[in-house]
């Protein structure tokens, strides 16, 4: 990676009593995480907090201050409990009033549902100054206010405002990766994992080991910016491995 | 709940740039948080952090002083980047050691796998002070220091771990949850969930939508550590549903 390159950060703050109660498993981490390495941006840090607004807020404060973006997920529907709209305001210290684009699409959409009552009307509420992020599939849409993003907490509502906002965020070089898989106990090779990142400045290499067919193995997980470093950190490991007497697996196993 | 129940909270540190790359979805949030239900603990915050010492020192000293119990999972395995022994006992102000049970066991486990190397004795170390977790599954244990409960990240294992501390933490009342499903969009019944939460002091109401069968839905858990209060919060709650014309499946859809 060149010294000049800027790394572009985000934070993540998941909202929801579910997510803390172990009844819902999050998929919004992962899918987040994977969206933003293609628009060369590094997920830095995740909180997930409940539906109370003095978490909410203090963990949007500490997460939009120290990163480039901070998104949120979940608590922006239409019950009770969806308060996330109304913590983002307090953070930001803003007010909180009815957009009228995303009236009209709730209007438009509620049109042959039964009509736009107050509940689904809360939908159309931003944190004053916030611009909508379109969601073809159930209207209610995110908001972007700052560098702040509200997201749904529904993994596929979520994925259509990523979709939405792909290419619309700037961003570094993409953080590349690189898999090589072995079977062998990480512990007989952890000295070559060693010095081989040590060698290779600019380079991580991750190791995540895994029993299976009776056997243990591990995937190492070379990432880099820089292309021609990657390679070249990925041919040592290959090699050092090679030497070892072990049989790896491009792509891992 | 009586007033003069406690309750009881933990907050978790996930540590690892697989998380936080979207490489590995994480299965421990969903599995430490239904344990500590069962062990009547709250799950009050949850923060992922990457493989470095500054990022994991910050998240266990914020979390450690405002909850009953933190635990961390992963970076406790025998390569470079398992650095949680270290960041633990930087935030405690403490050293690190090699604990001789825990030196005693990895010796026993890998007679018969190679040996003990200098690699695989990092998995003996400890903060100064620490107590060990059996791990029937690979021999090196989780760490308990204080307050603070190192734990494995690949999910078996932890579970390992997890299963040698069921019924060793002081808890509270467990946290009781009840579903009521609902063919309905939630925003129709927003106005009831929000009154019926508000008539019942010390009970929670969590609206869940979904999409399925091309239809909308709802899920409603009505969360409480008084069982008495939780029944009459989700009888009346059916009530209003009934009262509404719409049918409701006890224990959710």
Same mark, same amino acid.
């Given at each position: 990676m060149a010294s000049s390159d800027k790394i572009w950060t985000a934070g993540l703050v998941v909202i929801g009593d579910e997510i803390l109660s172990g009844r819902t498993h999050d998929k919004n981490i992962a899918q987040l995480a994977s969206w933003l390495q293609v628009q060369g941006i590094r997920l830095a840090e995740v909180r997930v907090v409940p539906d109370v607004l003095e978490a909410i807020v203090e963990a949007v404060n500490a997460l939009r201050a120290r990163n480039d973006y901070l998104f949120t997920t979940g608590g922006?529907? !239409?019950?009770?409990?969806?308060i996330t709209v109304d913590a983002v305001a307090a953070a930001l210290g803003v007010g909180v009033s009815i957009h009228p684009d995303a009236r009209a699409v709730l209007e438009e959409y509620y049109a042959s549902r039964g009509g736009l009552n107050d509940a689904r009307l809360?939908?159309?509420?931003? !944190?004053?100054g916030g611009e909508l992020i379109p969601n073809r599939?159930?209207?209610a849409p995110g908001i972007k206010t700052g560098n702040v993003y509200l997201l749904a907490g529904v993994p596929h509502i979520c994925a259509q405002m990523l979709d939405a906002l792909t290419g619309q965020l700037e961003g570094g070089s993409p953080l590349l990766s690189e898999t090589v898989g072995c079977w062998v106990p990480e512990s007989e090779v952890a000295d070559l994992l060693r010095e081989v990142e040590k060698a290779h400045d600019g380079c991580q290499i991750g190791s995540y080991p895994f029993f299976r067919e009776g056997k243990t193995g591990a995937n190492f997980v070379v990432r880099s910016t820089d292309a021609g470093l990657l390679k070249s950190c990925v041919d040592t490991l290959c090699e050092g491995l090679g030497e070892l007497g072990r049989d790896f697996t491009p792509g891992g196993i």
């Amino acid at each position: 990676m060149a010294s000049s390159d800027k790394i572009w950060t985000a934070g993540l703050v998941v909202i929801g009593d579910e997510i803390l109660s172990g009844r819902t498993h999050d998929k919004n981490i992962a899918q987040l995480a994977s969206w933003l390495q293609v628009q060369g941006i590094r997920l830095a840090e995740v909180r997930v907090v409940p539906d109370v607004l003095e978490a909410i807020v203090e963990a949007v404060n500490a997460l939009r201050a120290r990163n480039d973006y901070l998104f949120t997920t979940g608590g922006i529907g !239409p019950t009770h409990d969806d308060i996330t709209v109304d913590a983002v305001a307090a953070a930001l210290g803003v007010g909180v009033s009815i957009h009228p684009d995303a009236r009209a699409v709730l209007e438009e959409y509620y049109a042959s549902r039964g009509g736009l009552n107050d509940a689904r009307l809360r939908m159309a509420r931003v !944190p004053e100054g916030g611009e909508l992020i379109p969601n073809r599939m159930s209207a209610a849409p995110g908001i972007k206010t700052g560098n702040v993003y509200l997201l749904a907490g529904v993994p596929h509502i979520c994925a259509q405002m990523l979709d939405a906002l792909t290419g619309q965020l700037e961003g570094g070089s993409p953080l590349l990766s690189e898999t090589v898989g072995c079977w062998v106990p990480e512990s007989e090779v952890a000295d070559l994992l060693r010095e081989v990142e040590k060698a290779h400045d600019g380079c991580q290499i991750g190791s995540y080991p895994f029993f299976r067919e009776g056997k243990t193995g591990a995937n190492f997980v070379v990432r880099s910016t820089d292309a021609g470093l990657l390679k070249s950190c990925v041919d040592t490991l290959c090699e050092g491995l090679g030497e070892l007497g072990r049989d790896f697996t491009p792509g891992g196993i």
